[in-house]
């Protein structure tokens, strides 16, 4: 039989493990507005309640190109649900990208942006 353990409020491991990844994710979003920012582009939070999935953030390069940007942290994964978004998305023709970590943010800035 499979044994499970609970982890309540007050135990460790599962809430340092949370606030780490909250605080990594954190800190890809704010590297990314900066940076963008930095070169002429602005973003904005991508919020639709009643659609499970959307992309983090619509950004606006300097030159007038608009995207849907999902962040991760370096080891993040996307759900079915974002899957099923940036698919979406493409096959409308808009683009969309996913960017893993803050290495991945610039990576993305220097091809987007000469």
Known sequence: MLKTKQFKPGDHHPTVKLEKKEREI?????????????????????????????????????????????????????SKQQIEFGVAVQELGANEVV?????????WLDYVIS
Do not use: C, M
């Open 26 to 78: 954190k800190h890809v979003q704010k590297t990314f507005v900066k940076l963008l920012k930095e070169r002429g582009g602005k973003s904005w939070p991508f919020r639709s309640p009643s659609n499970i999935g959307v992309y983090d953030k619509i950004a606006v390069l300097p030159d007038g190109d608009i995207w849907f940007v999902e962040l991760k942290t370096a080891e993040g994964k996307l």
């Open 99 to 107: 960017i893993y970590g803050v290495e991945g943010v610039i990576a």
